[in-house]
């Protein structure tokens, strides 16, 4: 099977289903890597892998472990996965929209995943994979997430557990109990406060976090005007009433559109989401051809199921009042093979998706930043050994409108 376009899974497994949903559904509407050391603890260099069944698995480099091409069926859907709850969305989406399919297990406690058939689909190894022999345009698309969902402004995207309170923190003030008092096994308003409101048409409630920043640097980039307000994480100021009226699910950064869909206002949460949302009301930053279009979500929803491991990290080897290495180790590590599948896709490459900057440089390159700016781990990751990511990320940087909206609603 050749692969023409790609449309990459999300990194994390929760947003690799996000963006084959997307897919299906406006589909059904047309009709030998180099070796690095693993991470293993704050202080020590990299070193013992981790041990055991997923010791074997997890492994700091990305790409093919194995020389073996996937089973192809006759149907124009060719789905490979497996019946986990992430795999389950892509199946459950299938059999209700009433499409053909070829179904082929991937068994990842035998490492199928990392089979160069399933790696030349997804780079990131992770199910679900799905290949559409009959994609936009008639060409063959791999879509590798999960959450291409039915309406085009409805982005129910998965949040996962990134502790972006605890990245503008110094590690001395982070403690258990300041950690419960932001943490709570309950949703909703704290304080009944309503947030302030400008004239422009775009309201942004944010912090300059990797996630803040991808939205300021977006909306500098497509010379939108907007009302920055901030949003200190830290006083607890998402869950105000008045935020938590915009995202219930208290995260930064949210957007309220005043001249949304129809004229309607909207309110738009998660930052994977509100670039998306940019990029088609304005057409800018994401590609008009369609498969193209899908290769940019592809890197657009597996940084959205990646990021979280970046701060995961980030917690454990720096924030965390214990230092676990076992954290350490296990999220050093993948932070280190995300980077690996970026070095990898970036070699003779400008940008992500080639000569154009695009949502999904946009997603990425603040989280690469962060691993120097907030964890100071650039050395006991060996971040400078990923040649391209770094150049790549010197390009993003010397864009004057990138610069600007990186330092919008800075407080530290």
Request: glycine share 8%; proline share 6%.
């Amino acid at each position: 099977m050749g692969v023409k376009d790609n449309v990459l899974s999300a990194g994390a497994g929760a947003s690799v289903a996000t963006a084959v949903l997307l897919f299906l559904s406006k589909k059904l509407a047309r009709m030998g890597p180099k070796s690095r050391a693993p991470i293993t603890s704050a202080t020590a260099k990299p070193g013992a892998p981790l041990k055991g069944v997923f010791g074997a698995m997890n492994r700091p480099v990305a790409g093919a472990r194995e020389q073996k091409s996937v089973p192809v069926g006759e149907k124009s859907l060719q789905l490979y996965s497996l019946a986990t709850p992430n795999g389950q969305k892509v199946t459950v989406a299938l059999e209700e929209m009433g499409l053909a399919y070829d179904a082929h297990t991937i068994s990842i406690m035998k490492q199928e995943q990392f089979q160069s058939g399933f790696v030349d689909i997804n780079p990131n190894s992770k199910i679900p994979a799905l290949v559409d022999k009959e994609g936009p345009g008639g060409k063959e698309v791999n879509v590798l997430l999960e959450g291409f969902l039915p309406d085009r402004h409805a982005f129910f995207f998965h949040e996962l557990h990134h502790y972006l309170g605890l990245h503008i923190l110094q590690s001395q003030y982070f403690t258990k109990q300041s950690a419960e008092m932001v943490n709570r096994p309950v949703s909703g308003a704290r304080e009944e406060k309503s947030v302030p409101v400008g004239e422009k048409p775009l309201q942004l409630y944010s912090l300059a976090t990797p996630n803040g920043q991808k939205v300021t640097v977006a909306l500098e980039e497509m010379e939108l005007e907007y009302d920055a307000h901030t949003v200190n994480i830290m006083k607890d100021e998402q869950f105000q009433s008045g935020f938590v009226n915009i995202n219930p699910n208290s995260k930064i950064p949210a957007l309220v559109d005043k001249e949304g869909p129809g004229g309607k206002e909207v309110n738009v949460f998660e930052s994977g989401a509100i670039l998306l949302y940019l990029a088609e009301k304005t057409g800018k930053l994401i590609p008009s051809d369609p498969a193209q279009r899908v290769e940019c979500l592809n890197w657009l929803f597996f940084q959205h199921g990646a990021g979280p491991y970046f701060g995961q990290f980030g917690h454990f080897y720096k924030y965390a009042p214990e230092k676990i290495e076992y954290g350490i180790q296990r999220y050093g590590m993948e932070v280190q093979r995300l980077l690996d599948v970026l070095d990898k896709h970036l070699e003779g490459k400008q940008y992500i998706l080639g000569d154009d900057y695009s949502i999904a440089d946009i997603a990425w390159f603040p989280w690469v930043i962060c691993l120097d700016v907030f964890y100071k781990a650039q050395e006991h990751l060996e971040v400078d050994s990923y040649k391209n990511v770094m150049q790549w990320v010197e390009r993003c940087m010397a864009k004057p409108a990138t610069k600007r909206g990186m330092v919008v609603n800075k407080m530290f």
